[in-house]
């Protein structure tokens, strides 16, 4: 499973860092941060997810009110 987050869409709400601890505050800047993940364009981060974090990293997804951050399987856009 791999995740996409837009750094650019984020409104630093920090309900995705309260499900996954794959999401951490970076209060200064009002954004969430994608850790270990790679810059794959201008303000998008993406990561594989580990299997025991599958369900967390989804939560996050969903928690996001601003659709900032969207979970792939096997490719397909599956959230939101
Ligand atoms: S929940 Fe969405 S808007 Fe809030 S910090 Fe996370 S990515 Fe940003």
Known sequence: MRIEYDRDTCIGMFQCVAEWDGFEADEDAGKAILVDGEEQAENTV???VPDDAELDAKFAARACPVDAIAVY???ERVIP
């Open 73 to 75: 399987d096997d490719g």
């Open 46 to 48: 993406v990561r594989e």
